[in-house]
């Protein structure tokens, strides 16, 4: 059997509310194993970013910690519940966005802001307020009254990304939010994503694009199945004397046995 | 706890209504279609009969045949074209194709009237073309009744006495169920409107992406299902309201049973097509897939099997066995004899309980393959 991989990773010092917690989580399909013994915490208001080749097991990891598949064996909480037997109470506290963007084309801004928020119980006397409160943040006030098909997409991504996050959740999923998108849009995403940890919503994201990866506290790199590192990103540059994080990307995924 | 669900349910439900009315062709197929429908059908195949060609055949030659005769021919639905001699020529006489019915009075015909109280006219029509078919012979029957009542009415006469006249289709004896459009139409708009959009506008959540997010929510796959459908169900309500109007109104069809039985069967019906829309979208993961097999599965046969276009009586053995399990067969049959026949609830217990029968199983079967893909 595998050692725990906590003791393989070194903890930060500080000693934050832990947000997601996850103890030896193995996910088998038959005799396929798309997640292998895997262990981590993320600590509250943390940006993790997810890292690994496709079918290193991202999604299937990713959709236990959602609630929407259970794990074969190990254990994992988030936002304080567990993942096996209180699925309900993760959804209702996390949001979701994914690189199909959930917003409705034929919705207006507003429609869909308020859509998700019904469908996230957010209580009705502050639906409104809480819609003008993010348009305003996004600098799309002016916008509330257009339908989404005739936003940029930057715009619209943004537009996604908060309407992931109306419920005011404790931890936001990302998967692979910035996919098709241009440069200058998703720096200005990266900087929606930092004034959302700034509150103390914790951010979990994976990615394709290596720089991405370098705004991330801390990243976790998957191989076949399994994390085989996770620390921050200079510490990972300095161990592998990288320049950046692709460098260290490409020496990890080279070893997969899976594709 | 319950304020949540059921403001989450009626957020998605408005969503569903915008998608329906912001999309000028899903509004337009929604709402018009049904009633083009009905008055395309309703119009081209029950056409009115006027100047029909007639021949007969009168071995009698009689007062009471010659007033028969003179009724018909006098009448705008009917030309009398020829007079025959002998029963042989009917069969001729249809083959030129230019003949629509042929009128057979007995032998003797005023004297077994008059003595027996007991006369025959036999209605002879070429049964290939079903809908005019019937509509010669119910004039014509309805003027050889008008011919009887005046004769009762005169003093004169002494005893009560019958004209028996007997319809006889060639080539498609019996004939039942080519006319009567309106149900046709009615079970063809529903099964449209519940299956096949029900169908499409969860493959276009499956398309688009947003699912996926739907699935991540803490929307319980019911509250999914339910805000889904509920719009349709009201819109089919409201077609089947323009329907009835329209067929009442526009073409004088009437309605003869009870009009909440109408709308309950309709509704046992809607949750069948529901139910068969979802199971669809189940397989389907795109709107064009969902929208070919609705078409190709529910529509194709309902049209060709339920007796709108084709009678159900000259199919073969495999076709009669196939329409069994339509739906829509069911219900336009039980419609039929609610809407036009006027009868009770008791007639259409049959069919009422193959179409629950058929709901239960396949609301069953859809949430549970609904649920099987959640997982």
């Given amino acids: ?259 | 706890m319950k304020k949540t669900a059921h403001s989450a349910f009626y957020s998605f439900a408005i969503k569903e209504f915008y998608h329906i009315f912001r999309d000028r062709w899903t509004t337009i197929i929604l709402l018009i279609m049904p009633i083009l429908m009905i008055i395309l059908f309703g119009f081209a195949i029950t056409t009115e009969v006027k100047n029909a060609k007639i021949a007969i055949l009168d071995p009698s030659q009689d007062a009471a045949t010659h007033a028969i005769v003179n009724k018909l021919g006098t009448s705008e639905y009917f030309i009398i074209d020829r007079y025959l001699h002998s029963k042989n020529e009917v069969d001729e006489i249809f083959k030129e194709g230019d003949i629509g019915m042929v009128v057979v009075f007995s032998e003797n015909f005023y004297e077994n009237m008059m003595h027996t109280g007991n006369a025959q006219i036999e209605l002879i029509a070429d049964g290939s073309d079903p809908n005019s078919a019937l509509t010669l012979t119910r004039y014509a029957t309805a003027l050889i009744a008008s011919y009887h009542q005046e004769l009762l009415a005169t003093p004169e006469l002494q005893m009560p006495f019958q004209i028996n006249s007997e319809v006889k289709f060639l080539y498609n004896p019996t004939l039942k169920g080519a006319y009567n459009t309106v149900p046709g139409v009615m079970g063809m708009v529903l099964m449209l409107i519940c299956a096949m959009m029900t169908a499409v506008s969860i493959a276009r959540e499956k398309e688009l992406g947003t699912m996926e997010i739907l699935l991540v929510s803490p929307l319980k796959p019911i509250t999914i299902i339910l805000s889904k459908t509920v719009p349709y169900i009201v819109l089919s309500l409201i077609n089947l309201g323009t329907l009835l109007l329209l067929s009442v109104f526009a073409l004088k069809v009437p309605i003869a049973g009870s009009l909440w039985l109408i709308i309950f069967i309709s509704l046992i019906f809607i949750f069948v097509s529901l139910a068969l829309g979802l199971l669809i979208s189940t397989v389907a993961k795109s709107q064009m897939v969902a929208m070919l097999i609705s078409g190709v599965i529910l529509m194709l046969p309902v049209i060709l099997l339920s007796g709108i276009i084709f009678p159900t009586e000259s199919m073969n053995l495999f076709f009669l066995w196939l329409s069994k399990i339509i739906p829509a067969n069911w219900y336009i049959s039980a419609i039929k004899k609610v809407m036009i026949q006027g009868l009770g609830f008791a007639s259409v217990i049959k069919e009422l309980s193959i179409l629950a029968g058929m709901a239960i199983l396949l609301v069953a079967l859809s949430l549970k393959k609904f649920k099987v893909r959640l997982s």
């Fill in chain 1, 1 to 259: 059997m595998n050692m725990p991989d906590d003791k393989l990773f070194p903890q930060s010092a500080d000693n934050r509310e832990l947000s997601i917690v996850a103890n030896q989580i193995t996910k088998r399909f038959g005799s396929f194993t798309a997640v292998d013994h895997i262990s981590f915490d993320v600590k509250k208001g943390e940006i993790f970013g997810f890292l690994g080749a496709n079918g290193a097991g991202k999604t299937t990891a990713m959709k236990m910690l959602c609630g929407l598949s259970k794990p074969t064996s190990g254990k994992a909480t988030v936002a304080g519940f567990d993942v096996t037997t209180q699925s309900e109470q993760i959804k209702k506290n996390i949001g979701y966005m994914s690189q199909k963007f959930s917003l409705y084309e034929d919705l207006k801004v507003w429609e869909n802001m308020r859509l998700y928020a019904g469908i996230y119980g957010v209580e009705e006397k502050v639906i409104d307020s809480r819609i003008d409160e993010f348009l305003e943040q996004l600098g799309l006030q002016k916008e509330k009254n257009s339908m989404v098909k005739s936003l940029p997409l930057g715009w619209k991504q943004k537009l996604a990304f908060t309407v992931s996050i109306i419920h005011k959740p404790g931890i936001v999923f990302l998967d692979e939010p910035t996919g098709g998108v241009d440069p200058a849009s998703r720096r200005q995403f990266w900087e929606l994503i930092y004034q959302t940890a700034d509150k103390g919503i914790t951010v979990f994201v994976t990615t394709h694009y290596m720089d991405e990866a370098e705004y991330c506290d801390r990243i976790s790199i998957m191989v076949d199945g399994k994390i085989v590192k996770l620390d921050t990103p200079a510490n990972l540059k300095k161990e592998f004397a990288a320049k950046n994080m692709d460098e260290v990307f490409r020496l990890l995924a080279r070893k997969a046995i899976r594709n």
